[in-house]
Nanobody, 119 residues
Framework: QIQVVESGGGSVQSGGSLRLSCVAS???????????ITWYRQAPGKERELVAA????????NYADFAKGRFTISRDNAKKTLSLQMNSLKPEDTAMYYC?????????WGQGTQVTVSS
């Protein structure tokens, strides 16, 4: 059973930084490297939205417009980890951040880690 676990959330002031980690485990038939790994977030009363994504073997990355220039993802296939470095945080970045691992029809979510940015 594949598990996805997020960590690193917390409370920071506007302009601060946080580094989130997404660690996955339980890969038996398909390697972690084959999965697309994506960070999403959901603020209270809003829909879940994509933050940044790392595609599988192609190694491409994709960022939401609000993340460009402030957020950076880094992937370590050996450690089965996708990190999200968030700089220049704003109060509107306050949300629950979720990690998703997807390969074909297989789709796995973590429980999320809360990020709160105060002004």
């Amino acid at each position: 059973q594949i598990q996805v676990v997020e960590s690193g959330g917390g409370s920071v002031q506007s302009g601060g930084s946080l580094r989130l980690s997404c660690v996955a485990s339980g890969f038996k038939y398909t390697s972690y490297a084959a999965y697309d790994i994506t960070w999403y977030r959901q603020a209270p009363g809003k829909e879940r939205e994509l933050v940044a994504a790392s595609t599988n073997l192609a190694g491409n990355t994709n960022y939401a417009d609000f993340a460009k220039g402030r957020f950076t993802i880094s992937r370590d296939n050996a450690k089965k980890t996708l990190s999200l470095q968030m700089n220049s945080l704003k109060p509107e970045d306050t949300a629950m951040y979720y990690c998703n691992a997807r390969y074909r029809r297989a789709d796995y979510w973590g429980q999320g880690t809360q990020v709160t940015v105060s002004s």
